[in-house]
């Protein structure tokens, strides 16, 4: 029996760019049984009268609050019904065989527990955004995507297989691998999430994969901005918080003294030679929270739309 896909994807005032990737995914995909589940996160009007109208095949959920990234994904979950569930940003577009390449590699690989296919920025669409990530080192947080800005001559398609982390912008998992790992964290809001949970993934026995003959382009950064003071809080705040939540004891005290010492001084001084300085706040703010909220905290200590 062909197992089940739920895909599930999460909208916050961009409901023009979720119409685009439902059309894609309706225009590519040939995989069945198959629901798409879309969690509206609080947008200002609300998308889902109109959308019922025109998708009366898609399930929709409307959150009248922002739940962040992983909060509305974690919603999508509570409605799917799927043996395995695709996890898309909004701001994505599907090709032929998405669905059916990803799940062929769960089929085959039993002891995977999340998989991401190749990305390619959609604004040029020869162009990596994803072919895997390096392993983190957790002494500095700092890993490299795979691939980025280089042009796709199929350099990077025979490492298929294993990688340091799936791209949060599209990834697949079996609902049994949901069950024994757990939900995507909701502390984090922003960024650091997808990471913290393969983490997550892996202490639960699992690998984690990546298939460069599965592709996604993906319109980066459409909901938070290129560069802005809530995106520049919560990459700061989230990367000291991945160490604290992942870490040892040792690990943390020399990553502690390296942002301290290397990373804040740095980007200090980029903020102010880039007529940035209201940033300096921002990242002082990310430390201090870090500084005064224990790892599971619910406070985001940064005004978002609710």
């Not at 998989?115 to 020869?126: A, G, N, T």
């Not at 003959?213 to 809080?233: C, N, W």
């Amino acid at each position: 029996m062909t197992k089940s896909v739920s895909i599930i994807t999460v909208n916050f005032n961009h409901s023009h760019v979720t119409d685009a990737m439902l059309d894609s995914v309706f225009a590519t995909n040939t995989y069945s049984p198959i629901e798409i589940i879309v969690v509206d996160n609080g947008s200002t009007i609300d998308p889902v009268p109109a959308w019922k109208i025109k998708y009366p095949t898609v399930q929709f959920i409307r959150s009248e609050s922002n739940l962040g990234f992983a909060g509305g994904n974690n919603l999508g979950i509570k409605y799917a019904k799927g043996d395995y569930l695709f996890f898309v940003n909004n701001d994505t577009e599907f090709t032929e065989g998405l669905v059916t390449k990803l799940v062929t590699t769960l089929e085959e690989h039993p002891e995977a527990g999340i998989v991401s296919p190749k990305i390619r920025y959609f604004d040029q669409p020869d162009m990596l955004q994803y072919a895997g990530f390096t392993p983190m080192n957790y002494y500095t947080a700092r890993n490299s995507c795979i691939g980025q800005f280089e042009k796709d001559n199929g350099q990077y398609d025979n490492l298929t297989g294993e990688t340091g982390y799936i791209h949060g912008a599209a990834m697949m998992m079996p609902r049994k691998v949901l069950e024994k790992a757990g939900l995507m964290p909701e502390n984090y809001f922003l960024y650091y999430e997808e990471m913290d949970w393969c983490e997550m993934i892996k202490r639960a026995g699992y690998t984690i994969r990546v298939n460069m003959q599965a592709l996604i382009y993906h319109k980066e950064s459409i909901s938070v901005g290129s560069k802005s003071a809530l995106k520049e809080f919560f990459m700061n705040r989230n990367r000291l918080l991945f160490i604290r939540r992942n870490c040892a004891l040792f690990t943390k005290g020399i990553f502690w003294t390296y942002f301290l010492c290397v990373v804040t001084p740095r980007n200090i001084l980029n903020y102010i030679k880039e007529k940035q300085r209201p940033f300096i706040g921002v990242l002082l703010k990310a430390i201090w929270w870090n500084m005064t909220h224990s790892i599971n905290s619910t406070d985001l200590g940064y005004p978002v739309k609710k």
